[in-house]
C-alpha cells in the first residue's frame, strides 16, 4: 500500500477526550498522521510528542538582523558618508539613533518570523488543502490516521482502536 | 481538565456550541448586505469624495488653502494626527498586552479593534504625507533613500523621522499581527463556503487564508508566533505615541517640551483608543446582533480601562499646571496661564470637562452597564481627546515670544474637508471589513466556550 494516501479518520467533539485518545492510540502503537483541530488546544503538542518550535530563535536572529542594520545604516549615513553638524552634536551619537533601530528590530523580527512560519508550514495562496473532514474548521477534532504507516495494524483494528478510544465517528478517507 | 469558575462571569453567553460561533459570525460575511450597511456605507462614501475633493484641493494649490500662519504652523493637521494615532493604540494594546496578561475578555473584541487600528494609522499617515505638500516626493523626503542631492541623507537626530518609522512599523506589525488572527478563520468560511457549494467564495477564502488546514503541528507553531508578535508589540505600541510625544518633548516651545510627555501621551492614547472601541463595538454588536458575545460584561470592563487611563490623564494634565508653577521659569508659566485664562480657554475647558471629569461617571456601576450611556461618554471622551492635542498645539504657539507675532488660527474649509477625509476612510475601511471578514476571532471564542460560557 502507498504511504499518504489512504487513512482511518477518526471525529472528536471534545478537546478534553481528544487528549485522552491520543495518549490511548499512541501507546497502543499507533502513528498519528496529524491532528486537526478548529481551535488550539493547549497540551496536544506534548501529547502527540512534538518537539517545541524553533521559531522563537527565528524570530531572535531576524531581530538581531535588525538591530545591525539600522545601527550601522545611520553610523554610516550620518557618520562617515554625508556628516553634518545638527546643533553641534556628535556626527554618529548613539541616543538619537536609538529609536529607529527598536523599530527596525521589531519590524525584521515580526516579518521575518511570520515569514518563517509561513515557509515551514507549507501556507500559500493559491494551495487548496487535502482535508480529511471539512468539519474540522468548524466544530469536530479530526485524527487522521495513514494505513501504510501503521502496516503492522489491520485497517478495521485500528477503526476498533479509534471507536474504542472516544471517536464519535470513525471515517476512512483515500487521496488520489 | 478545563476548570469552570463559579465565580467569574460567563464571558459568552447565550449557551453556544462550537457550530453556533462558527455559523453566528460567518453569517455576515455570506449574506447580502442588508440596507443598513449599504446606507452606512454610502454615507462613508459621500465623506470620503467630498475628502478626496479636498485633498485634491490642498495638493493642487498648496498648504496655503489651510488655515496656518507664520505663528501658527501646526494645527490640525498635527492635532489630527495624534488623535488618530491615539485611537490606533486600543487594537495592539488589546491582542498584545491583554494577551500577556491571559485577559481572555479579549477574545471577543480583539478583531474588530485591531482592525481598528489599522484604519486609524492609514488616517493618521495621510496628515503627515499630506502636509508636505508634495505627497509624490515624500518618500525621498521621509525615508533614507539614495538621491542625487549627495547623497543627502535622511536626518536620523529627528523625531519626525523616528515617527516614520515608528508608524511604518506600528502599522505594518499590526497588519501581520491581525492577518495572523484571520487565517483560521478565513478557512472556517472556505469549508463553509465548500459545504454550501459557494465554489468562488471557497477559493476566495482559501486564499486569504493561504490553504489553513489547522493541523496540531501548525497551531503549535501559530501559537508560538502569536506569543512572540503580542511580546513584540507590546514595547512597539508604548513605542508609537512615545515618539510621537518626542515631537513635542524634544522642542524648546513651552508647553511643549515637557519630560511627562511620552507616558502622558500614551495613557491618553489607550484611553481615546478604547472609547473609539467602545463607539463602535456598540453600533456592531447591535447591527450584527453579536450582544451574546460582546456582553454587557465586556462593556463594563473597558469602561474600567478608560476610568484608569482617564485618571491617568487627569493626573499629567495637573501635573503640568503645578510643574509651570513650580518651576518659576515666566515662559512656561505663562504657556499654561494661557492656556487656562487666554483666548483658548473654552478649548482647555472642554478638555477637561471631556476627559477628566465625564469619565468619573464610570465609577457609577448603572453607568458603566449602560450600553446608551456608555456610547455618549464614548464619543465624549474622543471629543476631548481632540480638544487635548489642540490645546497642546495651538495654545502654546499661538502666543509667540514677540506680541506682534500673536494671533489665532481659524480653520478654513480644508482643513475640516482633510479630517473628513480620515473619517471617510476609517468608516468606509470598517464597514468593508465587517461585511467581509470575520468581526470576531471564531477560532479564539471556540477555544474558551468550554470553560467560560454560559451552560444550559
Request: hydrophobic share 50%; charged share 15%.
Amino acid at each position: 500500500m502507498d504511504a499518504d494516501k489512504h487513512f482511518v479518520v477518526g471525529i472528536f467533539e471534545d478537546e478534553d477526550v481528544l487528549l485522552d485518545a491520543i495518549r490511548k492510540v499512541r501507546s497502543s502503537g499507533v502513528k498519528i498522521q496529524e491532528v486537526y483541530s478548529p481551535f488550539p488546544v493547549h497540551g496536544i503538542d506534548e501529547a502527540l510528542g512534538y518537539k517545541r518550535t524553533r521559531l522563537p530563535i527565528a524570530a531572535f536572529l531576524f531581530g538581531m538582523t535588525g538591530t545591525i542594520l539600522a545601527l550601522v545604516m545611520q553610523i554610516w549615513m550620518l557618520g562617515y558618508d554625508w556628516p553634518m553638524i545638527i546643533g553641534g552634536k556628535n556626527f554618529a551619537s548613539l541616543p538619537p539613533f536609538i529609536p529607529v533601530t527598536f523599530e527596525l528590530t521589531v519590524l525584521l523580527s515580526a516579518l521575518g518570523m511570520v515569514g518563517t512560519f509561513m515557509i515551514v508550514s507549507d501556507m500559500k495562496p493559491y494551495k487548496w488543502p487535502r482535508q480529511f473532514d471539512i468539519r474540522s474548521t468548524d466544530d469536530k477534532h479530526v485524527m487522521a490516521i495513514d494505513l501504510a504507516m501503521n502496516a503492522a495494524k489491520s485497517k478495521d483494528e485500528l477503526k476498533r482502536i479509534l471507536k474504542d478510544s472516544g471517536a464519535s465517528e470513525v471515517n476512512e478517507k483515500s487521496f488520489e | 481538565m478545563q476548570v469552570v469558575s463559579a465565580i467569574r462571569e460567563p464571558l459568552i453567553t447565550g449557551t453556544k456550541t462550537l457550530k453556533d460561533v462558527s455559523h453566528d459570525i460567518s453569517r455576515q460575511v455570506e449574506g447580502k448586505p442588508t440596507r443598513l450597511w449599504w446606507t452606512a456605507f454610502g454615507i462613508s462614501l459621500a465623506l470620503l469624495s467630498w475628502g478626496a475633493y479636498c485633498c485634491w484641493m490642498l495638493l493642487w494649490h498648496g498648504i496655503g488653502v489651510w488655515g496656518l500662519n507664520k505663528t501658527v504652523g501646526w494645527a490640525w493637521d498635527i492635532t489630527n494626527f495624534v488623535w488618530w494615532v491615539g485611537i490606533g493604540h486600543a487594537g495592539t494594546l488589546i491582542s498584545a498586552i491583554l494577551l500577556l496578561f491571559r485577559q481572555r475578555w479579549r477574545m471577543s473584541i480583539n478583531r474588530a479593534a485591531e482592525a481598528m487600528t489599522i484604519f486609524a494609522v492609514i488616517c493618521a499617515a495621510s496628515f503627515p504625507g499630506f502636509h508636505m505638500g508634495r505627497l509624490w516626493l515624500g518618500f525621498y523626503w521621509a525615508l533614507p533613500l539614495p538621491n542625487t542631492f549627495g547623497s543627502l541623507w535622511v536626518n536620523f537626530n529627528s523625531p519626525l523621522l523616528w515617527d516614520v518609522f515608528a508608524i511604518s512599523t506600528y502599522f505594518t506589525v499590526s497588519l501581520v499581527f491581525w492577518y495572523m488572527g484571520l487565517i483560521p478563520d478565513f478557512a472556517v468560511i472556505r469549508d463553509r463556503a465548500v459545504a454550501q457549494g459557494n465554489k468562488i467564495r471557497a477559493l476566495a477564502y482559501n486564499a486569504l487564508s493561504f490553504g489553513w488546514q489547522g493541523g496540531a503541528k501548525t497551531w503549535m507553531r501559530y501559537e508560538s508566533v502569536a506569543l512572540i508578535l503580542a511580546g513584540l508589540s507590546t514595547p512597539l505600541v508604548l513605542s508609537v505615541h512615545t515618539i510621537v510625544s518626542f515631537d513635542f518633548a524634544t522642542s524648546v516651545i513651552p508647553g511643549w517640551h515637557t519630560t511627562i510627555f511620552p507616558p502622558y501621551f500614551v495613557a491618553g492614547a489607550i484611553f481615546s483608543g478604547f472609547a473609539m472601541v467602545l463607539t463602535l463595538l456598540l453600533v456592531t454588536r447591535k447591527v450584527f446582533k453579536l450582544e451574546e458575545y460582546i456582553t454587557v460584561y465586556h462593556i463594563e470592563l473597558m469602561n474600567i480601562i478608560i476610568i484608569i487611563t482617564g485618571s491617568i490623564v487627569g493626573i499629567a494634565y495637573i501635573t503640568e499646571l503645578f510643574i509651570s508653577w513650580y518651576s518659576r521659569v515666566p515662559y512656561e508659566g505663562y504657556a499654561f496661564y494661557n492656556r487656562v485664562q487666554g483666548p483658548y480657554a473654552w478649548a482647555y475647558w472642554s478638555m477637561m470637562t471631556c476627559n477628566v471629569i465625564s469619565p468619573q461617571l464610570f465609577w457609577i456601576k448603572k453607568i458603566r452597564t449602560s450600553i446608551v450611556a456608555t456610547f455618549v461618554l464614548s464619543i465624549i471622551v474622543n471629543i476631548g481627546m481632540w480638544f487635548e492635542r489642540f490645546v497642546i498645539i495651538v495654545t502654546s504657539i499661538h502666543r509667540d515670544y514677540v506680541p506682534s507675532s500673536w494671533t489665532m488660527f481659524y480653520p478654513t474649509m480644508y482643513d475640516v474637508g482633510q479630517y473628513i477625509f480620515t473619517f471617510g476612510i476609517f468608516f468606509t475601511a470598517f464597514f468593508l471589513f465587517a461585511k467581509f471578514f470575520p468581526v470576531i476571532n471564531m477560532a479564539e471564542v471556540k477555544s474558551i466556550l468550554k470553560s467560560t460560557s454560559e451552560k444550559k
